[in-house]
């Protein structure tokens, strides 16, 4: 009854009610496509094979040279695997924020903001369609066989960071979906713009590091935190050398990195909001 | 108690226009400047003006969509752009353009997911949702798709969305654009009722006058985002002199009709147009007209929101 | 004729014109297309720092070979879209039987749309990304000058095939009640066999001849090689052979299927 009046909320409630919002709008866009069961396993399938060309690039590649920046194919399976999962979950829960422009357009946004609930877990949660499990799903396979393939010893640190950079991966990228899409609150056609962060980043988290200019990497460390995606903990796990020298805590700082980034996209969303100029008029 | 108070508020946008082939020039609009007025508990108040007066742009502030850029503003005890949420468990809306409902999804559907998001105790749902069902005649419609839907049944179905939670104020910006007549009379029914029965403040922006005058003891007038007029419909009609149209269409082309209580304003062949004023019965003027001339068909057209505020400019100047 | 003429030109200009206000998008676009140059460019270096001539081309032509694909990626609609959004549209309001029966022809007018399109975006979207490709990588523009000419021929042809398959999947909704399946699996064919992701001399035996003959090589392929000045004389010419043939059929078969709807469209009665 407390919650029925409104009464002042704690952050952890806050959070909570956010995420429950999310499940809500969620769980009606997936009854809302079972209006269009047919062509969802086609859809399904279909995703699966436009994320897998990215890594069947990599296995091309790879019947040319052994080696790729001085990596081993299973290697860059555990880049690829690493950062399509990040991003395929990332986009499975909040990737729909891109098409916020839309959203403001139509003047869906707001009627979001006229429901006692965020507009964010809204946002996120529109048009959710669990076809997109399609990358998460083959990046874990990708994922599995270079587990087993690799050369490491799995030892008990080193699973945990793998775990780690796993969430933190998907942490980082959900805040560049909802960051880049902030710009939409100015910016109403740039939603392209903001892939070059995502999928851009992701294709970047693919290939080594060695591969690209140190200008870049550290661009990706100390700018975009898209090299804690997963370039400095696999570096660790691997046991290679960082291209850029830096401390080894780097290879650790994955958590912090997802923290501050949600800090930020945080930040900048209730910017955007605040400038909202309301649809059409 | 007031229910919903403003005190000079004000929102700008800046717009970017094209200045030439290439440059853009930056220029401020104040879609609302220094806006202060003040509704009670209750009360029925109809918000009209013309396109791009500034209407929505009020709505949209007062449900917490806009933060304002200058002034004060409450509604039901809270500040609509600081505590959104808490506030829209307290304010039903509906947007006569724009639906609130799921398109591909049952009604039933759209208003289990309003039990969930605005978290109403069941028995309450229960209650409201069968009251609304009944005034609003949904019944056989629950279970078809909002896509399916005609434009007067999704209204009623945005309507009961809107106040399924005990909203304190309904805000309703053109409930009754683009519908049909008998549509229109059952929206405004509802509405009496949920205002005068159920105690339900109500704020309604239109552009139909006969929403007003069947619904709203009182009327504000907004223009470039300043109030014109804050009181009764009498007054404004007083203060605008509006009067409505009578088109008549003749056999043929005749001299412009001459009957009492009437002027002709404008002759095309065998059509003519008399204006009378407002609050005048338009039979006495339909019988002269048909007693001393060949009438073929007519219709009464009201006044549109424009006309009497243009005409109030015309009688009253703005200081 | 002269009058239908000018009727395609104008729906073509202001086709043109309507994707040239989209200005935001498109630099969005510009940005994007170079980002993922850069990224991709990389990494072709590295493959070929590994394999000195790989596939026949030397590293500079490799690297060119990236910059020349994501040019032509939105221009040729490698992911689709153009007017398959527009026509899609008409489906989901039921515009789409009237259509059939305009005095205007349904293919000639989408055609038309779809090359004021492309030429809007091969002047937007390309100049960037090969200016990007050639300060910072070096990327190798044709040295004759006759390449130029060629190569804008080429991609004109790359615009039909793309055109004629694109159609064939809109057209695919008379019959399927959604489209977006098709549309769905067309975009991965055409992303991999086309060689915009890579090369397809670098695909295996047996995949890289089919690729070879099939026609989405017509879309990144071909022109990229002429530009490359990687086939010369009369490869050219096969190149450019290749491309209109695969235009011809497509179209012909677009046309048929148009038929096969128009007649179904009358059996249902709209």
Redesign the interface.
Known sequence: ?A????ERESGVERLRWAVR?WQ?TAA?WT??AM??R??FA??L???V??TS??F??VV??F???D???GWTLPELGLLYGTSAFALGTADLLVGSVDSLGERIRA?TL??M??????ALSQVCAERFSLRRLGRPAQATAVLAWSVSAVRVDWTWDRVLLLAALLVSGTVIFSALFIGGATLQFW???????Q??FTY?GA??LH?PP????KE?VAGVTFGLPLAFVNWLPLLHILGKPDPLGLPAAFQFASPLAAAGSVLVAGVAWRAG??A????G? | MALIELEDVART?TIRAKVGRLRRERREVR?VDGLSFTVQAGECVGYIGPN?AGK??TI?ML?????PSAGRLRVAGVDP?RE???L????G?V?G????L????PLR?SYE?AR??????DARYRANLDRCVELLELGPLLDT?VRQLSLGQRMRGDLAAALLHDPQVLYLDEPTIGLDVVSKVRVREFLREINTGAGTTVLLTTHDLTDIEQLCGRVMVIDHGRMVYDGGLDGLHATGQSERTLVVDLAGPSAPIEVPGARVVKVDGARQWLAFPAEDSAAPIVAAVAAGYPLLDLSVREPAIEDVIARMYAKVPIG | MGSAARLYLAIARGSFRRYST????TL??V??NT??G???A??F???WR??PG?GGYDTSQAVTYIWISQSLLVTVAVWGGGFQDDVQERFRTGDIAVDLYRPVDFLGWWLAADLGRAAFQLLARSVAPITAGVLAFHARLPHSALTWPVFLLSVLLAVLVSFGLRYLVSLSGFWL??S??VR??M??VA??LSGM??PLG???DGLRQAAQVLPWAALVQVPADIFLERSTGSQVLGGLGFQLAWAVVLLALGRAAQLLATRKVVVQGG
């Open positions: 009854m919650e029925y009046l409104g919002s809500l009606m009854r809302a209006a269009y047919a062509s086609l859809m399938v279909a995703n094979l436009i060309l990215d069947v690039v091309l590649m019947q040319h040279t080696r790729l920046g003047g707001d009627v903001l006229i429901r006692p609930a965020p910016w109403g056609e740039a939603k392209e713009l892939n070059s851009g294709t970047l290939y060695t591969v690209f200019a870049l909001l605040r909202y100029r309301g649809a008029n | 946008f879609a791009g929505s742009t949209k449900t917490g969509i806009l933060v752009a959104r949420t808490r829209a468990r307290r304010i809306v947007f353009q724009r639906t609130t799921w398109w591909d999804l559907d997911l969930r998001i605005y978290r109403i105790p798709p | 989209y200005r935001a998008a969005a676009g940005f994007t980002v993922f850069f990224i991709l990389y990494t270096l590295a493959l590994a394999r790989l009640h959604d977006d399946g769905a699996v975009l991965v992303m991999f992701l890579l670098l695909f295996p």
